[in-house]
């Protein structure tokens, strides 16, 4: 793989991060499945990410529709 291609893919799992991370905390059925079944430590990591998911998913978003668009 050269760096022209993971220059082009990493933008792609910026967004994907934020995505899934915004996702899981967002959504109610998630958010109390996540709560119930996942360790503690992994429910308060998730928690503690929540604000850098949300820059994510803005940056990844915005940086993979540049990419797309050039």
């Known amino acids: 793989m050269s760096w022209q291609e993971v220059d082009f893919l990493f933008p ?3 967004f994907a991060y934020g995505f899934l991370i915004s996702i ?6 998630a958010h109390e499945t996540i ?6 430590i992994l ?3 998730m928690e ?3 604000k850098l998911a949300f820059a ?6 915005l940086w993979s529709l540049q990419n797309l668009w050039l």
């Open 12 to 14: 792609f799992v910026v």
């Open 24 to 29: 899981s905390l967002g959504h109610p059925w």
């Open 43 to 45: 429910f308060k990591m």
């Open 56 to 61: 994510c998913l803005w940056v990844g978003s």
């Open 35 to 40: 709560k119930k079944r996942a360790p503690d």
């Open 48 to 50: 503690s990410h929540r």
